[in-house]
């Protein structure tokens, strides 16, 4: 098992930057595909990054594409979301999530989950 925290979550104006971290800490975390979800009031958790175990290859949803960057320093334990350019219909609970095994990045697909960190970007 792994176990996953988030942090850096926040209130930032439309436009600005924020970066998200989670802290993984039991099995190795290279053993893990791992990325971000989610769910903003009055909708179901949907995917926004993911990034493969070491960290060569990247996925994003169409909604993020060019804003956000997701990383990861295994050597540190440590997933990251640098979010750009940010716009009130990012705001939500953002989770990191981690797999063990490849992924379509469905939320039934995740084996871990963090506890969340909420986003609100004020326009």
């Known amino acids: 098992q792994v176990q996953l925290a988030e942090s850096g979550g926040g209130l930032v104006q439309a436009g600005g930057s924020l970066r998200l971290t989670c802290a993984a800490s039991?099995?190795?975390?290279?053993?893990?595909?791992v990325g971000w979800f989610r769910q903003a009031p009055g909708k179901e958790r949907e995917f926004v990054a993911g990034?493969?175990?070491?960290?060569?290859?990247?996925s994003y949803a169409d909604s993020v594409k060019g804003r956000f960057t997701i990383s990861r320093d295994n050597t540190k334990n440590l997933l990251y979301l640098q979010m750009n350019s940010l716009k009130p219909e990012d705001t939500a609970v953002y989770y990191c999530?981690?797999?063990?095994?490849?992924?379509?990045?469905?939320?039934?697909?995740?084996?871990?989950w963090g506890k969340g960190t909420l986003i609100t970007v004020s326009s």
């Open positions: 990034i493969n175990r070491d960290g060569g290859r990247t």
């Open positions: 039991g099995h190795t975390f290279s053993s893990f595909v």
């Open positions: 999530a981690a797999a063990w095994f490849g992924t379509n990045w469905t939320a039934s697909g995740i084996d871990y």
